[in-house]
């Protein structure tokens, strides 16, 4: 694993982003550990976070120039720290995000921020993806920036989970949408890090009994 992915997990494990139980995934689906970006309470925190993003970013896009979409209202914070941190290396990139409700006052609107225009390419950046619902919400709301396309998608946590077939959901928002879907580590990361510890073990084995039903088959 690489160095920084090890980082990455001992970020989330230390910031409470990283939980282990019984939950309950936007999907409906019951998942043994939950991932939420909603943890993240302080500014050196979320710094943090921008930073691990931000390395994802340039390994798989380089240094071009895109627009940051943070779906609300996760999405928010993470589409800020990201463009700060691509700032602090020299990739100034404009950012914007939604509102739940639509503004029928002052300037009007769904969106807040950068406003995209023709031939921009706009990457989505979220906390996970199980199902893809939420992916499949936002390229909704962003249909509306006519002659703009989202080039990319950046999530912290690959959850390897099928979605409505046997493929993965990452996989499936990539074929359906036309884009590839970026994760900072996948859960088969977050398993080879908790394997280091026996402490770990109960959990270990929840997630993979998990992943034997709801795991992608390719």
Known sequence: ME???REFIQFLES??????GDFTAKSGRKIPY?????????????SKLGEFYAKAYFEKVGNKKTVLYGPAYK??????SVACALS????DVPFFFNRKEEKDHGEG?????YKPTEGEEIVIVEDVITAGTAI????EILSSLKGTKVAATFVMVDRKEKGKTEKSAMAEVGEEFGFPVYSVVDVYDIIEYLEEKEENKENV???KKYLEVNGAKQ
Not at 34 to 46: E, L, P
Not at 109 to 113: A, H, M, Y
């Open 3 to 5: 160095g920084y992915k």
């Open 15 to 20: 910031a409470g982003v990283l939980k282990f």
């Open 34 to 46: 939950f991932i939420n970006a909603g943890d993240i309470k302080t500014g050196d925190q979320i």
């Open 75 to 80: 999405g928010i914070p993470i589409a800020v």
């Open 88 to 91: 602090k290396q020299g990739l």
């Open 109 to 113: 609107g769904v969106f807040v921020g």
């Open 136 to 139: 499949r919400e936002s390229m």
């Open 205 to 207: 084995e929840r997630i």
